[in-house]
């Protein structure tokens, strides 16, 4: 485990990572963390500065400036301002005089040399000379190289009595397993479930346990990433995030210093699966997002079954990432459609992060649009369940309206192709799950085999409320008259949370929530719609969901696309153009974090 966990270290990244990780260890060790990495502000070589009791027994301010890897010469000391010596010569000269609060003025100091790796030894004897020069009654130094936070970890968040050996099994065999996404993906869920179903009795035990689970995923990460493939802790981390919310989400609702913390390990853990989904999406996917068959191609398997699961799994993470983006700017129950109307609504402080976040939400729906355009299976579901990644899509087109009219031919298409399909005993949508059912589908092309196959629908009731919404009466009809010819064995239906959802969503427990079925699709009318808003109006149990209750709907999204729930109802409702009312509520803070 300490070779793991030392490779982990060195392989840390400065800026976001190493930093973003010392202050949950700091924590654990019981320093008082006062200031943490800031991007935008000036730190005078301070990258996370904090009060605790050292080796020694002495209780001191602790300055750690921060770099990765090994500490080398060109770390050490060039031209660059980014080296090591430059920051500690700004401790000395500037922080210590003026930056350390009024409260711990009077304390020792230890300026920390902190590095994932060690020092080198061609500049071991540069950095021993600078510290015994500068070395006073009240400053010292000292160096938490690689080894030493590796101890800190091991000590501290992964001891013992936190993580039993078994567990720590789990952990190496996730972090081995990293090329195999499934198996890891199954030991660091048995490391999740051993810790969610024994919670801590006090908010600071479960403060510890949601720290181990960050620190365990982020060495998980960083493997992974080593090995070119981040599969395995993207799928780890969407399960980390539910866990560790259904964990805190109590101490969440409270007030003062517990929510704070509470708020700010969630927030740390949500910032590393946006770092994953970057180093998945944005180095790898989007930008071949505009070259035709690029994405297929890249799947790298010649059957098509293998394409169409991986690309509408694909849709659904794009546009989980684009909800979070829309998350930081609509009202805290839910998304709405981000006009020129509504962003002038916004505070005129937010002016300049506003723009930022609506030009990259416009560019993950340009990238959605020409990822559907140029990979033609994105028109033709094989499961009726993949309406659930179609849903979100849908979700994140529709707060935009310049990309409104993409809802309306994508609409069509699916619908469009999924009866010709049908027809023809082609691969319609099927509810069947099972891979290799998928495989053999259409096994038969019999009247009875398509009607086993067809018995229910969420895929087709979700693509008639849109277009009744839309107000694409066309298509509309369309499908009402496919559901009277040929699916009067079918139940239409979707999904709505009920009150047991709250104990159950975020863990994937299958006890819970209410079918609503009998969903109409007349021709001529616009019933689907009408029925399912009548509905939503008299259910209070989304509302009641702590993540929406608290302001945190996209949880309830990620809940859905990880445990393949569809998309509720009530997400849509400042969506929908024939129900929508102006929303003036106020955005969410500024920046990527969840809390």
Not at 45 to 59: F, I, L, S
Not at 319 to 329: F, H, I, K, S
């Amino acid at each position: 485990m300490r070779l793991v966990i030392r490779e982990y270290l060195a392989s840390l990244r400065e800026r976001g990572e190493l930093d973003a990780v010392l202050p949950d260890l700091l924590t654990e060790l019981g320093f008082t963390v006062y200031s943490r990495p800031a991007r935008g502000t000036r730190q005078y070589g301070v990258d996370v500065a904090a009060v605790g009791t050292g080796r020694d027994g002495v209780r001191r301010v602790h300055l750690f400036s921060v770099k990765s890897g090994d500490l080398n010469r060109a770390e050490w000391n060039t031209a660059s301002p980014q080296s090591l010596r430059p920051s500690l010569d700004e401790i000395l000269d500037h922080y210590i005089a003026s930056r350390i609060p009024p409260e711990y003025a009077a304390l020792p100091i230890a300026i920390c040399l902190t590095f994932g790796g060690a020092i080198d030894e061609q500049v071991r004897a540069e950095v021993t000379g600078y510290m015994n020069r500068n070395t006073t009654e009240r400053i010292s130094y000292e160096e938490w190289n690689g080894d030493r936070l590796a101890d800190v970890i091991l000590d501290g968040i992964l001891r013992e009595g936190l993580l039993p050996s078994v567990l720590r099994s789990h952990l190496r065999k996730s972090v081995a397993m990293v090329e195999e996404p499934d198996i890891a993906l199954d030991h660091f869920g048995r490391l999740l479930r051993a810790l969610a179903d024994a919670p801590g009795a006090t908010s600071a035990a479960r403060l510890s346990q949601a720290r181990m689970i960050n620190i365990c995923l982020w060495i998980m990460f960083v493997w992974a990433r080593e090995a070119n493939n981040v599969e395995a802790p993207y799928r780890a981390s969407e399960h980390a995030q539910l866990e560790v919310w259904h964990l805190l989400k109590a101490d969440v609702a409270r007030s003062g210093k517990v929510a704070e913390a509470a708020g700010l390990v969630i927030n740390e853990l949500f910032e590393l699966h946006f770092a994953i989904w970057d180093e998945l999406f944005e180095t790898k996917i989007l930008p071949n997002a505009n070259v035709r068959h690029a994405l297929s191609s890249a799947v790298g398997s010649h059957a098509a079954l293998d394409v169409n699961l991986k690309l509408f799994e694909c849709v659904g993470r794009l546009a989980l990432r684009g909800l979070w983006l829309v998350w930081q700017l609509a009202p805290p129950n839910g998304p709405v459609v981000l006009s020129e109307d509504y962003l002038q609504t916004l505070p005129a402080v937010l002016a300049g992060t506003t723009m930022a976040t609506v030009e990259r939400i416009d560019g993950l729906c340009a990238q959605l649009m020409q990822i559907i355009s140029n990979n033609r299976a994105l028109l033709s579901p094989v499961g009726d369940w993949q309406a659930i990644d179609i849903g979100l899509a849908f979700t994140l087109l529709a707060c935009r309206p310049a990309a409104h009219g993409a809802i309306d031919e994508w609409a069509e298409e699916l619908a469009k192709r999924s009866i010709f399909a049908f027809n023809v005993h082609g691969r319609y949508p099927v509810i069947s799950r099972s891979y290799w059912d998928l495989v053999d589908h259409p096994s038969e092309r019999s009247e009875e085999y398509r009607q086993i196959s067809t018995n229910g629908s969420i895929l087709y009731p979700m693509l008639a409320q849109w277009a009744a919404a839309r107000g694409n009466q066309k298509l509309f009809d369309e499908l009402a008259a496919f559901k009277a010819k040929s699916l009067g064995h079918c139940t239409f239906q979707t999904w709505l949370p009920d009150e047991d959802s709250e104990d159950n969503l975020y863990l994937g427990h299958d006890n819970h929530g209410a079918a609503l079925t009998g969903i109409p699709v007349t021709a001529g009318t616009r019933d689907t719609l009408d029925f399912i808003l009548e509905e939503v109006a008299g259910n209070p149990h989304y509302d009641a969901l702590s993540a929406v209750r608290l302001g945190h709907w996209p949880i309830v999204l990620t809940a859905c696309r990880c445990h393949r729930l569809p998309v509720p109802p009530q997400v849509w409702r400042d969506l929908l153009p024939a129900t929508r009312p102006l929303a003036t509520n106020a955005p969410r803070p500024s920046g990527d974090g969840a809390c």
